[in-house]
């Protein structure tokens, strides 16, 4: 039995003799780019987020007295749940 490299863009049922195969190859087309200009305006919205990264990035991520108050009401148990206000809250926040 003879066994043949064969090439990636033919499937192997197609056989493996070169022969065969040759009139199933097609070159590659040359992929086309679209020529990138720079964004020449910044939104007023990327503007007011750069202007804020800093003082974004100094904040931590989560309020360290909050979770202690919530921990210390869960342990003595009067930690409460609206969820009515709690579904507000959120209908209000996302929608």
């Keep these: 039995m003879e066994i043949n ?7 192997a049922e ?9 009139g199933f190859i097609q070159p590659l087309e040359t992929p086309v780019f679209a020529e990138i200009k720079p ?8 503007r007011l987020i750069e202007h804020s990264q800093q003082s974004l990035e100094q904040l931590p991520d989560f309020d360290l007295a909050k979770v202690a108050e919530v ?9 409460e749940l609206d969820i009515d206000k709690l579904a507000d809250a959120m209908v209000l926040q996302h929608g």
């Design 39 to 46: 964004q020449q305006e910044v939104s007023a919205d990327c």
């Design 5 to 11: 490299k064969i090439n990636s863009t033919i499937n």
């Design 71 to 79: 921990r210390q009401s869960l342990i003595d148990g009067s930690f």
């Design 14 to 22: 197609m056989g493996t003799s070169k022969s065969k195969t040759q």
